[in-house]
């Protein structure tokens, strides 16, 4: 079975950092552009980054360029989101999506994990 | 990138057909032939209905159908059933060097 399986939510003081992994299974993780999705409570959805499958190309929204760095490792056929520099605004449900920007749609999500940004 | 233009609300009866406008510019909706159409229920994560404008994923049912005309592309859900209640978004390709962009979100209202 597809899966992907996010984890590293929380809560975090503005300023802080916080990591999420999105551990993918059921197919061959390195051949698939991957992307992170965030959806603020009661907003709509915002792609955030999206990485080839080598890793050798990424993608960035402007609201998180220079903050936020999308990584992979596909010996452990994972995903990572390393997030600096978090402001209120950040606070969100971050999904994990199988597919980036040339993919034909984001066909896998996993359930998402929820980020909040708070003192 | 500005996020695509969807209609906040829709709505039809049971069996009634429902359209969605997702509405962008040359640079994206215009510009390719790589929309999507995802379905997301409260609480759950989005899921992919349609790709490419309008083809279907493997266990979408054909009730499901995409077009699109100049900037503006469309979701149609024909025979409506209660379980089609949902929030709707559109994505578009925006280019190589940009992320893609997703709709404002449509709320559909099963009557």
């Known amino acids: 079975e597809v899966q992907l399986l996010e984890s590293g939510g929380g809560l975090v003081q503005p300023g802080g950092s916080l990591r999420l992994s999105c551990a993918a299974s059921?197919?061959?993780?390195?051949?698939?552009?991957m992307s992170w999705v965030r959806q603020a409570p009661g907003k709509g959805l915002e792609w955030v980054s999206a990485?080839?499958?080598?890793?050798?190309?990424?993608h960035y929204a402007d609201s998180v360029k220079g903050r936020f760095t999308i990584s992979r490792d596909n010996s452990k056929n994972t995903l990572y989101l390393q997030m600096n520099s978090l402001r209120a605004d950040d606070t969100a449900v971050y999904y994990c999506?199988?597919?980036?920007?040339?993919?034909?749609?984001?066909?896998?999500w996993g359930q998402g994990t929820t980020v909040t940004v708070s003192s | 990138q500005s996020a695509l233009t969807q209609p906040p609300s829709a709505s039809g009866s049971p069996g009634q057909s429902v359209t969605i406008s997702c509405t962008g510019t040359?640079?994206?909706?215009?510009?390719?032939?790589?929309v999507s159409w995802y379905q997301q229920h409260p609480g759950k994560a989005p899921k992919l209905m349609i790709y490419?404008?309008?083809k279907r994923p493997s266990g979408v049912p054909d009730r499901f159908s995409g077009s699109k005309s100049g900037n503006t592309a469309s979701l149609t859900v024909s025979g409506l059933q209660a379980e089609d209640e949902a929030d709707y978004y559109c994505?578009?390709?925006?280019?190589?060097?940009?992320?893609?962009?997703f709709g404002t979100g449509t709320k559909v209202t099963v009557l």
């Open positions: 490419e404008v309008s």
């Open positions: 994505s578009s390709y925006a280019g190589s060097n940009n992320l893609g962009v």
């Open positions: 990485m080839s499958g080598s890793g050798s190309s990424t």
């Open positions: 059921g197919f061959t993780f390195s051949s698939f552009a």
């Open positions: 040359s640079s994206d909706v215009g510009g390719y032939n790589y």
């Open positions: 999506a199988k597919g980036g920007i040339t993919s034909p749609g984001m066909d896998v």
